[in-house]
Protein backbone atom coordinates (compact mmCIF):
# COMPACT_ATOMS: atom_id res chain seq x y z
CA UNK A 1 0.00 0.00 0.00
CA UNK A 2 1.14 3.36 -0.80
CA UNK A 3 1.80 5.76 1.56
CA UNK A 4 -0.97 8.19 2.24
CA UNK A 5 -1.65 11.80 4.01
CA UNK A 6 -1.92 9.80 7.03
CA UNK A 7 1.12 8.63 7.37
CA UNK A 8 2.57 11.82 7.61
CA UNK A 9 2.74 14.69 10.63
CA UNK A 10 1.34 17.46 9.04
CA UNK A 11 0.97 19.94 11.78
CA UNK A 12 2.55 23.39 11.27
CA UNK A 13 3.82 22.24 7.68
CA UNK A 14 3.12 23.59 3.89
CA UNK A 15 1.16 20.50 2.15
CA UNK A 16 1.42 20.62 -1.68
CA UNK A 17 -2.13 18.91 -2.73
CA UNK A 18 -2.03 18.24 -6.15
CA UNK A 19 -6.03 18.34 -7.14
CA UNK A 20 -7.70 17.52 -9.93
CA UNK A 21 -9.84 20.71 -10.49
CA UNK A 22 -10.48 20.08 -14.66
CA UNK A 23 -13.96 20.73 -14.23
CA UNK A 24 -16.50 21.33 -17.48
CA UNK A 25 -16.63 25.01 -17.80
CA UNK A 26 -19.37 26.46 -20.38
CA UNK A 27 -20.08 29.97 -20.71
CA UNK A 28 -17.74 30.87 -17.29
CA UNK A 29 -19.73 28.34 -15.28
CA UNK A 30 -18.36 25.36 -13.60
CA UNK A 31 -20.99 22.49 -15.16
CA UNK A 32 -20.22 20.17 -12.91
CA UNK A 33 -18.40 20.33 -9.75
CA UNK A 34 -18.02 16.79 -9.20
CA UNK A 35 -14.40 16.72 -9.02
CA UNK A 36 -14.07 19.81 -6.33
CA UNK A 37 -16.54 17.90 -4.30
CA UNK A 38 -14.54 15.07 -4.35
CA UNK A 39 -10.73 16.72 -3.17
CA UNK A 40 -12.68 17.86 0.05
CA UNK A 41 -11.71 14.62 2.12
CA UNK A 42 -7.91 15.05 1.51
CA UNK A 43 -8.26 18.98 2.14
CA UNK A 44 -10.88 18.74 5.13
CA UNK A 45 -8.25 16.41 6.33
CA UNK A 46 -5.06 18.57 5.91
CA UNK A 47 -7.19 21.74 7.59
CA UNK A 48 -8.11 19.24 10.62
CA UNK A 49 -4.51 18.89 11.39
CA UNK A 50 -3.32 21.51 11.22
CA UNK A 51 -1.45 22.25 8.12
CA UNK A 52 -0.57 24.97 5.91
CA UNK A 53 -2.55 24.18 2.62
CA UNK A 54 -1.17 24.64 -1.10
CA UNK A 55 -3.23 23.55 -3.50
CA UNK A 56 -2.13 23.19 -7.42
CA UNK A 57 -4.09 21.60 -10.58
CA UNK A 58 -4.75 21.72 -14.29
CA UNK A 59 -7.29 23.13 -15.69
CA UNK A 60 -7.95 21.97 -19.93
CA UNK A 61 -5.03 22.70 -21.92
CA UNK A 62 -3.22 25.81 -22.80
CA UNK A 63 -1.55 26.27 -26.06
CA UNK A 64 -2.11 30.05 -26.59
CA UNK A 65 -2.07 33.26 -24.35
CA UNK A 66 -6.46 33.01 -25.13
CA UNK A 67 -6.60 29.56 -23.53
CA UNK A 68 -4.68 31.39 -20.69
CA UNK A 69 -8.90 33.16 -20.32
CA UNK A 70 -11.04 30.29 -20.73
CA UNK A 71 -8.90 28.00 -18.53
CA UNK A 72 -7.72 30.04 -16.16
CA UNK A 73 -8.08 28.11 -12.67
CA UNK A 74 -9.75 31.08 -10.09
CA UNK A 75 -12.89 29.55 -11.06
CA UNK A 76 -12.69 26.95 -9.25
CA UNK A 77 -12.11 29.94 -6.06
CA UNK A 78 -15.66 30.26 -4.78
CA UNK A 79 -17.05 27.11 -5.23
CA UNK A 80 -14.12 25.55 -3.43
CA UNK A 81 -14.69 27.98 -0.78
CA UNK A 82 -18.39 27.59 -0.17
CA UNK A 83 -17.53 23.61 -0.16
CA UNK A 84 -15.57 24.36 2.58
CA UNK A 85 -16.38 27.00 5.02
CA UNK A 86 -13.30 29.37 4.97
CA UNK A 87 -11.47 31.22 2.34
CA UNK A 88 -9.25 30.55 -0.48
CA UNK A 89 -6.41 32.77 -1.36
CA UNK A 90 -6.12 32.61 -5.35
CA UNK A 91 -2.47 33.17 -6.47
CA UNK A 92 -2.62 34.31 -10.00
CA UNK A 93 0.68 33.62 -11.02
CA UNK A 94 2.56 29.78 -11.39
CA UNK A 95 5.69 31.14 -9.44
CA UNK A 96 7.20 34.02 -9.36
CA UNK A 97 7.26 36.88 -5.82
CA UNK A 98 3.50 37.26 -5.35
CA UNK A 99 3.34 33.45 -4.47
CA UNK A 100 6.49 33.04 -2.23
CA UNK A 101 5.62 35.92 -0.43
CA UNK A 102 2.19 34.73 -0.13
CA UNK A 103 3.35 30.92 1.12
CA UNK A 104 5.90 32.80 3.56
CA UNK A 105 3.11 34.24 5.56
CA UNK A 106 0.43 31.46 5.27
CA UNK A 107 -0.51 30.25 9.09
CA UNK A 108 -1.63 26.99 9.98
CA UNK A 109 -5.03 26.10 8.21
CA UNK A 110 -4.88 28.83 5.01
CA UNK A 111 -5.58 27.41 2.34
CA UNK A 112 -3.67 28.91 -1.05
CA UNK A 113 -4.88 28.28 -4.91
CA UNK A 114 -2.39 28.48 -7.51
CA UNK A 115 -3.05 29.28 -11.12
CA UNK A 116 -3.25 26.70 -13.71
CA UNK A 117 -0.23 24.88 -13.83
CA UNK A 118 -0.72 24.03 -17.42
CA UNK A 119 0.21 28.18 -17.85
CA UNK A 120 3.45 26.76 -17.77
CA UNK A 121 3.24 25.00 -20.80
CA UNK A 122 3.71 28.23 -22.72
CA UNK A 123 6.69 27.89 -21.45
CA UNK A 124 8.54 25.25 -23.73
CA UNK A 125 6.03 22.68 -22.18
CA UNK A 126 7.50 22.54 -18.85
CA UNK A 127 4.11 21.13 -16.56
CA UNK A 128 3.22 18.31 -19.21
CA UNK A 129 6.96 17.50 -20.76
CA UNK A 130 7.57 16.96 -16.46
CA UNK A 131 10.26 19.65 -16.78
CA UNK A 132 12.80 18.93 -13.47
CA UNK A 133 13.67 22.46 -13.15
CA UNK A 134 10.02 23.52 -12.70
CA UNK A 135 9.24 20.55 -10.29
CA UNK A 136 12.42 21.43 -8.21
CA UNK A 137 11.16 24.84 -7.80
CA UNK A 138 7.58 23.79 -6.98
CA UNK A 139 8.86 21.75 -4.28
CA UNK A 140 10.53 24.11 -2.84
CA UNK A 141 6.99 25.67 -2.16
CA UNK A 142 6.53 22.98 0.68
CA UNK A 143 7.44 20.42 3.02
CA UNK A 144 5.52 17.16 1.68
CA UNK A 145 3.60 16.71 -1.32
CA UNK A 146 -0.11 14.81 -1.64
CA UNK A 147 -1.05 13.82 -4.98
CA UNK A 148 -4.94 13.25 -5.06
CA UNK A 149 -5.15 13.88 -9.10
CA UNK A 150 -6.44 10.54 -9.83
CA UNK A 151 -7.05 11.66 -13.20
CA UNK A 152 -4.26 12.36 -14.18
CA UNK A 153 -1.92 9.65 -12.31
CA UNK A 154 -1.23 8.30 -15.81
CA UNK A 155 0.72 11.41 -16.84
CA UNK A 156 3.90 12.48 -16.30
CA UNK A 157 3.74 15.94 -15.17
CA UNK A 158 6.01 18.59 -12.95
CA UNK A 159 3.47 18.73 -11.19
CA UNK A 160 2.60 15.10 -9.79
CA UNK A 161 5.86 13.16 -10.66
CA UNK A 162 7.93 16.40 -10.75
CA UNK A 163 7.14 17.48 -7.07
CA UNK A 164 7.19 14.09 -5.61
CA UNK A 165 10.95 13.27 -6.57
CA UNK A 166 11.92 16.19 -4.61
CA UNK A 167 9.78 16.07 -1.71
CA UNK A 168 8.62 13.47 0.97
CA UNK A 169 5.05 12.09 -1.09
CA UNK A 170 1.73 10.80 -0.45
CA UNK A 171 -1.26 9.76 -1.93
CA UNK A 172 -4.55 11.70 -1.11
CA UNK A 173 -7.82 10.54 0.44
CA UNK A 174 -9.21 10.48 -3.08
CA UNK A 175 -6.33 8.22 -4.60
CA UNK A 176 -6.72 6.11 -1.96
CA UNK A 177 -9.86 5.21 -2.45
CA UNK A 178 -9.89 4.44 -6.34
CA UNK A 179 -7.25 2.59 -6.18
CA UNK A 180 -9.00 0.18 -2.74
CA UNK A 181 -11.77 0.11 -5.43
CA UNK A 182 -10.16 -0.60 -8.59
CA UNK A 183 -7.64 -3.09 -7.37
CA UNK A 184 -10.88 -4.84 -5.90
CA UNK A 185 -11.36 -5.73 -9.26
CA UNK A 186 -7.98 -8.11 -9.56
CA UNK A 187 -9.51 -10.23 -7.38
CA UNK A 188 -13.18 -9.53 -6.93
CA UNK A 189 -16.12 -12.13 -5.17
CA UNK A 190 -17.34 -13.83 -8.13
CA UNK A 191 -19.35 -15.03 -10.11
CA UNK A 192 -17.64 -11.12 -11.86
CA UNK A 193 -19.39 -9.43 -14.69
CA UNK A 194 -17.82 -7.09 -17.08
CA UNK A 195 -20.42 -4.45 -18.70
CA UNK A 196 -18.33 -2.87 -21.75
CA UNK A 197 -19.81 -0.39 -24.40
CA UNK A 198 -19.32 2.97 -25.71
CA UNK A 199 -17.67 3.39 -29.22
CA UNK A 200 -14.03 1.71 -29.69
CA UNK A 201 -13.07 -1.14 -28.83
CA UNK A 202 -9.33 -0.76 -29.68
CA UNK A 203 -9.61 1.99 -26.20
CA UNK A 204 -10.71 -1.55 -24.76
CA UNK A 205 -8.32 -4.02 -25.76
CA UNK A 206 -5.69 -3.62 -22.70
CA UNK A 207 -8.96 -4.00 -19.92
CA UNK A 208 -10.52 -7.03 -22.00
CA UNK A 209 -6.81 -8.80 -22.41
CA UNK A 210 -6.44 -8.27 -18.70
CA UNK A 211 -9.45 -8.64 -16.97
CA UNK A 212 -11.23 -11.65 -19.36
CA UNK A 213 -9.16 -14.26 -17.59
CA UNK A 214 -10.89 -12.63 -13.83
CA UNK A 215 -14.48 -12.97 -15.24
CA UNK A 216 -16.98 -15.22 -15.49
CA UNK A 217 -19.05 -13.60 -18.38
CA UNK A 218 -18.00 -10.29 -20.64
CA UNK A 219 -21.35 -8.70 -21.70
CA UNK A 220 -20.73 -6.80 -24.85
CA UNK A 221 -22.47 -3.67 -26.51
CA UNK A 222 -22.64 -0.24 -27.54
CA UNK A 223 -21.28 0.75 -30.70
CA UNK A 224 -17.87 -1.60 -29.76
CA UNK A 225 -20.52 -4.76 -30.14
CA UNK A 226 -20.50 -4.41 -34.42
CA UNK A 227 -17.07 -4.82 -34.79
CA UNK A 228 -17.62 -8.33 -32.59
CA UNK A 229 -20.81 -9.20 -34.24
CA UNK A 230 -18.91 -8.20 -37.94
CA UNK A 231 -16.22 -11.01 -36.78
CA UNK A 232 -18.71 -13.14 -36.44
CA UNK A 233 -20.18 -12.38 -40.30
CA UNK A 234 -23.32 -10.56 -39.10
CA UNK A 235 -23.62 -7.54 -41.59
CA UNK A 236 -23.71 -4.83 -39.56
CA UNK A 237 -24.81 -2.05 -41.94
CA UNK A 238 -23.98 1.16 -41.41
CA UNK A 239 -23.04 0.83 -37.61
CA UNK A 240 -19.81 1.40 -35.95
CA UNK A 241 -16.85 -0.26 -36.82
CA UNK A 242 -13.40 -0.13 -35.97
CA UNK A 243 -11.43 -2.07 -38.50
CA UNK A 244 -7.97 -1.85 -36.49
CA UNK A 245 -9.55 -4.51 -34.03
CA UNK A 246 -11.56 -6.78 -35.74
CA UNK A 247 -8.82 -9.54 -35.45
CA UNK A 248 -8.40 -9.01 -32.28
CA UNK A 249 -12.17 -9.33 -32.08
CA UNK A 250 -11.85 -12.48 -34.15
CA UNK A 251 -9.24 -14.16 -31.41
CA UNK A 252 -10.57 -13.16 -28.60
CA UNK A 253 -13.97 -14.67 -29.79
CA UNK A 254 -12.00 -17.90 -30.81
CA UNK A 255 -10.22 -18.27 -27.45
CA UNK A 256 -13.19 -17.61 -24.96
CA UNK A 257 -16.61 -18.52 -27.04
CA UNK A 258 -18.70 -18.79 -23.77
CA UNK A 259 -17.53 -15.94 -21.85
CA UNK A 260 -18.48 -13.48 -24.20
CA UNK A 261 -21.87 -12.19 -24.22
CA UNK A 262 -22.94 -10.02 -27.63
CA UNK A 263 -26.78 -8.40 -28.41
CA UNK A 264 -29.06 -10.76 -30.20
CA UNK A 265 -31.30 -7.32 -31.13
CA UNK A 266 -30.51 -3.67 -31.82
CA UNK A 267 -32.44 -0.57 -32.09
CA UNK A 268 -31.79 0.90 -35.35
CA UNK A 269 -32.19 3.97 -37.80
CA UNK A 270 -31.34 4.98 -41.23
CA UNK A 271 -29.72 7.97 -39.52
CA UNK A 272 -27.63 9.23 -36.79
CA UNK A 273 -29.90 11.15 -35.02
CA UNK A 274 -32.52 11.19 -32.08
CA UNK A 275 -35.21 10.56 -33.75
CA UNK A 276 -37.66 6.79 -33.09
CA UNK A 277 -35.91 3.50 -34.39
CA UNK A 278 -37.10 0.09 -34.97
CA UNK A 279 -36.18 -3.07 -33.05
CA UNK A 280 -34.47 -5.69 -35.22
CA UNK A 281 -32.94 -8.83 -34.67
CA UNK A 282 -29.12 -9.13 -35.44
CA UNK A 283 -29.50 -10.97 -38.47
CA UNK A 284 -31.81 -8.34 -40.12
CA UNK A 285 -30.35 -5.28 -40.38
CA UNK A 286 -30.14 -3.85 -43.97
CA UNK A 287 -26.36 -2.11 -45.33
CA UNK A 288 -28.27 1.60 -44.76
CA UNK A 289 -28.97 0.90 -40.81
CA UNK A 290 -27.44 1.11 -38.10
CA UNK A 291 -27.40 -0.09 -34.65
CA UNK A 292 -27.69 2.43 -32.05
CA UNK A 293 -29.14 0.63 -28.91
CA UNK A 294 -29.35 -2.53 -27.35
CA UNK A 295 -32.88 -4.02 -28.03
CA UNK A 296 -35.24 -5.57 -25.50
CA UNK A 297 -34.59 -9.10 -25.65
CA UNK A 298 -30.15 -8.82 -25.35
CA UNK A 299 -31.48 -6.24 -22.31
CA UNK A 300 -33.03 -9.43 -20.77
CA UNK A 301 -29.79 -11.73 -21.21
CA UNK A 302 -27.90 -9.04 -20.22
CA UNK A 303 -30.04 -9.03 -16.97
CA UNK A 304 -30.20 -12.75 -16.81
CA UNK A 305 -26.31 -12.73 -17.02
CA UNK A 306 -26.09 -10.39 -14.09
CA UNK A 307 -28.43 -11.82 -11.66
CA UNK A 308 -26.54 -14.05 -9.47
CA UNK A 309 -23.45 -11.40 -9.85
CA UNK A 310 -21.16 -10.37 -6.95
CA UNK A 311 -18.82 -8.09 -8.59
CA UNK A 312 -20.05 -6.08 -11.85
CA UNK A 313 -17.39 -3.64 -13.55
CA UNK A 314 -18.91 -1.99 -16.88
CA UNK A 315 -17.31 0.71 -18.79
CA UNK A 316 -18.98 2.67 -21.74
CA UNK A 317 -22.74 2.86 -22.46
CA UNK A 318 -24.48 0.45 -24.26
CA UNK A 319 -26.12 2.98 -27.32
CA UNK A 320 -26.14 6.70 -27.63
CA UNK A 321 -26.95 7.39 -24.67
CA UNK A 322 -27.01 11.43 -25.61
CA UNK A 323 -30.41 10.38 -27.53
CA UNK A 324 -33.20 10.21 -25.84
CA UNK A 325 -34.59 7.21 -28.22
CA UNK A 326 -31.40 4.86 -27.46
CA UNK A 327 -30.56 5.84 -23.47
CA UNK A 328 -33.11 2.75 -22.98
CA UNK A 329 -30.11 0.05 -23.01
CA UNK A 330 -27.98 2.03 -20.61
CA UNK A 331 -30.55 2.68 -18.12
CA UNK A 332 -32.30 -0.55 -18.01
CA UNK A 333 -28.93 -2.46 -17.45
CA UNK A 334 -27.93 0.66 -14.92
CA UNK A 335 -31.38 0.49 -12.84
CA UNK A 336 -31.23 -3.12 -12.65
CA UNK A 337 -27.71 -3.12 -11.33
CA UNK A 338 -28.82 -0.91 -8.40
CA UNK A 339 -31.72 -3.44 -7.12
CA UNK A 340 -29.01 -6.49 -6.96
CA UNK A 341 -26.60 -7.47 -3.99
CA UNK A 342 -23.51 -6.49 -5.80
CA UNK A 343 -20.47 -4.31 -5.79
CA UNK A 344 -21.05 -2.68 -9.09
CA UNK A 345 -17.86 -0.33 -10.18
CA UNK A 346 -18.16 2.35 -12.82
CA UNK A 347 -14.98 2.22 -14.75
CA UNK A 348 -14.71 6.25 -15.91
CA UNK A 349 -15.73 8.27 -19.03
CA UNK A 350 -19.08 8.91 -20.51
CA UNK A 351 -20.16 5.75 -17.93
CA UNK A 352 -19.96 8.36 -15.20
CA UNK A 353 -22.05 10.80 -17.17
CA UNK A 354 -24.50 8.04 -17.86
CA UNK A 355 -25.15 7.07 -14.34
CA UNK A 356 -24.81 10.79 -13.14
CA UNK A 357 -27.89 11.75 -15.32
CA UNK A 358 -29.87 8.80 -14.10
CA UNK A 359 -29.32 10.23 -10.11
CA UNK A 360 -27.96 6.36 -8.66
CA UNK A 361 -25.02 7.15 -7.63
CA UNK A 362 -25.68 6.54 -4.50
CA UNK A 363 -26.75 2.97 -5.04
CA UNK A 364 -23.23 2.25 -6.37
CA UNK A 365 -20.13 0.63 -4.82
CA UNK A 366 -17.53 2.99 -6.78
CA UNK A 367 -17.82 5.41 -9.63
CA UNK A 368 -14.21 6.27 -10.84
CA UNK A 369 -13.39 9.57 -11.30
CA UNK A 370 -10.86 9.01 -13.92
CA UNK A 371 -10.97 8.29 -17.76
CA UNK A 372 -7.89 7.62 -19.05
CA UNK A 373 -6.10 6.98 -15.14
CA UNK A 374 -9.07 4.35 -14.86
CA UNK A 375 -8.77 2.49 -18.12
CA UNK A 376 -4.78 1.76 -17.56
CA UNK A 377 -5.24 0.99 -13.87
CA UNK A 378 -7.69 -2.27 -15.21
CA UNK A 379 -5.03 -2.93 -17.97
CA UNK A 380 -2.56 -3.28 -15.42
CA UNK A 381 -0.23 -0.57 -16.32
CA UNK A 382 1.91 0.98 -14.25
CA UNK A 383 0.88 4.74 -12.94
CA UNK A 384 3.51 6.86 -13.09
CA UNK A 385 1.92 9.84 -10.72
CA UNK A 386 2.42 6.31 -8.37
CA UNK A 387 6.01 5.73 -9.41
CA UNK A 388 7.91 8.04 -6.68
CA UNK A 389 5.35 7.44 -3.25
CA UNK A 390 7.02 5.43 -1.71
CA UNK A 391 4.91 2.16 -0.05
CA UNK A 392 3.99 1.86 3.84
P1 LIG B 1 -16.36 5.55 -25.08
O1 LIG B 1 -15.66 6.85 -24.83
O2 LIG B 1 -15.59 4.59 -25.90
O3 LIG B 1 -16.89 4.93 -23.80
O4 LIG B 1 -17.62 5.91 -25.99
C1 LIG B 1 -18.70 6.65 -25.55
C2 LIG B 1 -19.54 7.02 -26.73
O5 LIG B 1 -19.97 5.84 -27.39
C3 LIG B 1 -20.78 7.80 -26.40
O6 LIG B 1 -20.66 9.10 -26.90
C4 LIG B 1 -21.90 7.03 -27.09
O7 LIG B 1 -22.79 7.87 -27.78
C5 LIG B 1 -21.14 6.18 -28.09
N1 LIG B 1 -21.92 4.99 -28.48
C6 LIG B 1 -22.46 4.05 -27.69
N2 LIG B 1 -23.15 3.14 -28.41
C7 LIG B 1 -23.06 3.53 -29.71
C8 LIG B 1 -23.55 3.02 -30.94
N3 LIG B 1 -24.30 1.91 -30.98
N4 LIG B 1 -23.24 3.68 -32.08
C9 LIG B 1 -22.51 4.81 -32.04
N5 LIG B 1 -22.00 5.33 -30.92
C10 LIG B 1 -22.26 4.70 -29.76
Known amino acids: MKKTIRDFNIENKKVIIRCDFNVPIKEGIIKDDTRIKKS ?49 SFINETRGEELENSISKMKNKDIILIQNTRYEDLNEKKESSCNMDLA ?49 LFDPERPFIIILGGAKVSDKIGLIENLITKCDKLLIGGGMAFT ?16 ESLDFCKKILKKYPSKIVLPVDIVCNNKYEDTKGSIKDITELTSEEMGLDIGPNTINIFKNNLKEAKTVLWNGPLGVYEFKNYVKGTNSILNYLTTLNTKTVIGGGDTVAAVTSCHVTD ?30
Open 228 to 243: FLKAENYNIGNSLFDE
Open 136 to 184: KYWASLGDIFINDAFGTLHRSHASNVGISTYLPSGIGLLVEQELNALSY
Open 363 to 392: KLYHISTGGGATLEYLEGKDLPGLRNISEK
Open 40 to 88: IPTIRYALDHNAKIILMSHLGRIKSEQDKTKNNLEIVTDRLSELLNQKI
